[in-house]
């Protein structure tokens, strides 16, 4: 799918265009081969360099080209995959040629693009490496709205660990993997952002290189916060886990006091149910009875040391 957008110049909004413009921004989400062949050959783009942004596991980087300047980045997409609960990254090519932005991306609906299009005081289209500026500050953006909801899910489970359950430490290994994937990627963002910047921005103007750093000021507080964020839900699921061990030493010492105290009657009903003669007060009349209190008191006497040393 190919759809082109161009900056209004009232509202500085994204509004979709019905056909190619000079100064446009051309999208390409999920694109088909024939898409993929026909803008290689329109703006003399490599495929390979068109298909990069198609690999999930494509890295972030940067390169520049006699026609165009090509940069990978890693930008974050709700895990869709059944019982998952976080995030991943996905890679989004963006190409600078001298005439338009051109994007290309795996999946069509990812929060870096829906921000853009509600995003207002956007540079023009036609402004290449300001509005790439934008599309940069929007993926920081994405992965601040992202880190929002992992923390606030991870403050609701937080909430509720009176009783913690397997599936509730399984959500927070997820939100934890989710963690790593925002950790690593916005990393990889800031070492391909600074070569961006030594490298293809040494002869623009000082506007250019200052909304630049903007950029990398926002991917850096991104990256700090989700290193914040994590440490935190890693101080979580710590808890989390001593919480469970304390459980299962409450059972386990409950269980051991069970069977410690059915131990009496049962060692006693033991000895005085063998059949052999000798047994005491096997001739008396009140021998059940008196067995009976024996045990009764020796039990209120075991319940009451067990009490004293605090184990229950």
């Not at 599936?167 to 952002?193: G, P």
């Not at 000021?217 to 990256?223: G, K, P, S, T």
Request: charged share 25%; aromatic share 8%; net charge negative.
């Amino acid at each position: 799918m190919i759809e082109y957008f161009r900056t209004a110049e009232d509202t500085r909004s994204l509004v979709r265009l019905d056909a190619e413009e000079d100064g446009c921004w051309i999208a390409l989400f999920e694109p088909t081969f024939e898409e993929l062949h026909g803008i290689s050959t329109r703006f003399a783009i490599d495929q390979d360099d068109l298909m990069a942004p198609l690999d999930p596991e494509e890295v972030s980087r940067v390169e520049r080209n006699e026609n165009y300047t090509m940069f990978i980045v890693d930008t974050p997409v709700r895990d869709e995959a059944p019982g998952a609960y976080g995030y991943k990254t996905i890679p989004i090519g963006v190409f600078e040629t001298p005439h338009h932005v051109i994007s290309v991306c795996s999946m069509y609906r990812i929060p870096i693009i829906a921000l853009l299009k509600r995003q207002r005081d956007l540079h023009d289209t036609s402004e290449i490496r300001k509005f790439t500026s934008d599309m940069l500050l929007a993926s920081s953006s994405a992965y601040f709205t992202s880190l929002q909801v992992l923390n606030r899910r991870r403050m609701r489970l937080e909430q509720d660990m009176d009783h913690p359950t397997r599936k509730d430490l399984e959500e927070l290994y997820d939100l934890d993997e989710s963690f790593v994937y925002l950790t690593t990627s916005l990393t990889t963002n800031d070492t391909m952002l600074e070569r961006y910047r030594r490298y293809v921005l040494l002869s623009a103007d000082d506007e250019v290189r200052e909304l630049f750093d903007d950029v990398i000021i926002e991917n850096r507080q991104a990256l700090e916060t989700t290193r914040i964020y994590s440490g935190i839900l890693d101080s979580t699921i710590e808890h989390l886990g001593m919480i469970m061990n304390q459980d299962l030493n409450r059972t386990m010492q409950l269980v051991a006091t069970i069977t410690l105290v059915l131990c009496v009657p049962t060692v006693i009903g033991g000895l005085f149910g063998m059949n052999v003669e000798g047994i005491p007060l096997a001739g008396s009349p009140y021998g059940f009875a008196i067995v009976t209190g024996i045990t009764a008191v020796l039990l209120v006497a075991l319940l009451a040391l067990l009490k004293k040393l605090k184990w229950f």
